[in-house]
């Protein structure tokens, strides 16, 4: 299993249950507003109750069906279209998802979990730079 | 052109694999140097996750203990947020839609480095002591 062990479990508060509920609601909403994210904040979520390679692939879990969802509702408001998808501009990146979302899996148990997530947090603070300000 | 873009497809889908997350790097290339519109990329990131997950999935199913009922819990709660998320990605200008995302993503990155260096700091402390 993972290499750092999970908090204790304890029955959880009442006012637990409603910050969950309330940020696992605005994770939904990011989600759907950008296409991406939602995962951030159901992962810090996750991670209070599970090691931290559970709570990734928790968090993956959860992703799913809202993008599923988003995705669907972008196809219906036009944004994405099938040929799109299918055209030669977009096929090759969706045929690296295959190979790329084993990898993935496979990888995260063994590279270091500090060095993952300093790439990370160096690749969102790029990202958000350039979106924000260009 | 085609090679590199598998091979971005690849690096991009095995962070979403690993469950941290593309980050929205998807969404990044296609606009800045595809010169895509964002709510087309942010689809395409979408289709794209998904495809990266399902892939990744069964493995993480197969090595971890998941804890279903949270994550059942959470799924429930978030969906009906991710409706109207997209129903405002449809109705919000482009601009305010970029910018919004680049705040998020500034917001998340500054927090994951701050936990990070926290907890890089508090074990070499424990070490000294």
């Known amino acids: 299993m993972s290499a750092v062990s999970a908090p204790a479990k304890s029955k959880p ?9 309330v940020t696992a609601f605005c994770a939904g909403v ?13 992962l810090f979520l996750l991670r209070r109750h599970s090691a931290a ?7 993956l879990c959860c992703i799913l069906p809202l993008s599923i969802l988003s995705a669907a509702l972008y196809y219906q408001t036009g944004s994405i279209t ?5 055209s030669s501009d977009i096929l090759p990146y969706l045929l690296g998802a295959i190979p790329g979302g084993i990898l993935g899996a496979v990888l995260l148990d063994r590279l270091k979990l500090s060095l993952i997530q300093y790439v990370f947090a160096a690749l969102l603070l790029f990202s958000g730079w350039r979106m924000a300000f260009s | 052109m085609v090679i590199l873009q598998f091979l971005i497809g690849i690096l991009i889908a095995s962070l979403a694999g690993m469950g941290v997350g ?8 296609l606009v800045f140097i595809a010169n895509m519109s964002a709510p087309t990329a942010q689809g395409i990131n979408l289709v794209f996750f998904i495809v990266s997950a399902l892939c990744a999935l069964p493995l993480h199913i197969k090595k971890r203990r998941l804890p279903w009922s949270r994550i059942l819990f959470y799924t ?3 969906l009906p947020g991710a409706w109207i998320g997209c ?3 449809s109705v919000l200008p482009e601009m305010t839609a970029r910018r919004c995302f680049g705040y ?8 994951q480095l701050y936990r990070q260096l926290k907890r890089n700091f508090s074990l070499d402390e424990r070490f000294k002591s």
Request: with cysteine; net charge neutral; glycine share 16%.
């Open chain 2, 22 to 29: 593309g980050g929205g790097l998807l969404v990044i290339w």
């Open chain 1, 13 to 21: 508060s009442r006012c637990s249950v409603i910050l969950s509920s």
């Open chain 2, 104 to 111: 998020f993503l500034l917001l998340s990155g500054t927090f």
């Open chain 2, 76 to 78: 429930a709660t978030a």
């Open chain 1, 82 to 86: 099938v040929s799109e998808l299918f």
């Open chain 1, 53 to 59: 390679q559970d709570a990734f692939a928790s968090a």
């Open chain 1, 30 to 42: 990011v989600n759907g507003l950008l296409g991406t994210g939602g995962g951030i904040p159901l």
């Open chain 2, 87 to 89: 129903r405002l990605a």
